[in-house]
């Protein structure tokens, strides 16, 4: 693996609840090098954003967790974690399907020719202030076919290409790499800036459910605290991710 340090710990499981949930426990009880990732070939609780469940056919795609320790970076920062995660999982599937459109749906799903491939869920333990550890768990469809979500597809789907998940998890690692360095550079800026460019439907008319409404709006994007500002008849609004979601419509 080409990278200094993070993923060169690897775990690997045949079958787990979740591999967060494998994470977490890893750090209350012994050491771990910042870079290790956990991956499974099936998981059996696994979690997406919003309390959804993540469903994933055994040996078929990749289920993955990597630890990461910022020490220095605050929870008022939190959101660069699940941007540059996204940003990392974003650039791997590009590199790996070439010719496919791949963008980041607010906050942090994967698209891939308009249809959902992947998704982030960070979950960070605080101390002080402080982000201590950040676990970054990443699914990607990778071989499955078939999914009960009509808006869900897989890199085989779209490149009619069977890929291995190690080699995905490789390059994932190393944009990973790529970007937490430039986070601990405080590259803010850099950061927001490569995400917003990236953003699905940034430009075009989109649903967003909010306040128990669906609003039409144009003209997505992201801010520094992680919310989304947009245009509504006219006018500019912002909402945080616990307020709106952006439909698939």
């Not at 941007?83 to 891939?112: C, F, G, R």
Request: charged share 20%; net charge positive.
């Amino acid at each position: 693996m080409n990278t200094l340090f993070i993923g060169q710990n690897k775990i690997t499981l045949q079958t787990i609840d979740s591999t967060n949930n494998y994470a977490a426990k890893l750090i209350k009880v012994s050491y771990v090098p910042d870079g290790t990732v956990i991956m499974a070939q099936t998981q059996t609780q696994g979690r997406g954003q919003r309390s959804n469940v993540w469903h994933s056919e055994p040996h078929m795609n990749l289920l993955c967790s990597f630890i990461l320790q910022p020490k220095t970076l605050g929870t008022d920062k939190s959101f660069y974690m699940s941007a540059m995660s996204a940003l990392a999982a974003k650039e791997a599937i590009q590199e790996v399907s070439p010719q496919s459109d791949v963008k980041i749906k607010w906050p942090n799903d994967i698209i891939l020719n308009d249809k959902k491939v992947g998704g982030i869920l960070i979950e960070n333990s605080v101390v002080k202030g402080l982000i201590k550890f950040g676990i970054i768990g990443i699914g990607v469809n990778v071989n499955q076919s078939e999914f009960s979500f009509s808006r869900a597809t897989s890199i085989r789907n779209e490149t009619n290409k069977v890929m291995d998940s190690d080699f995905l998890l490789k390059i994932i690692s190393e944009k990973l790499e790529k970007w937490y360095l430039i986070l601990l550079r405080e590259g803010y800026h850099d950061i927001i800036t490569a995400y917003n460019k990236t953003l699905w439907k940034r430009d075009l008319e989109n649903k967003i459910d909010m306040e128990g409404k669906s609003l039409v709006v144009t003209s997505l994007s992201v801010r520094e605290d992680g919310s989304i500002s947009f245009s509504h008849k006219g006018s500019l609004k912002t909402a945080s991710f616990s307020e709106a979601q952006i439909s698939y419509e």
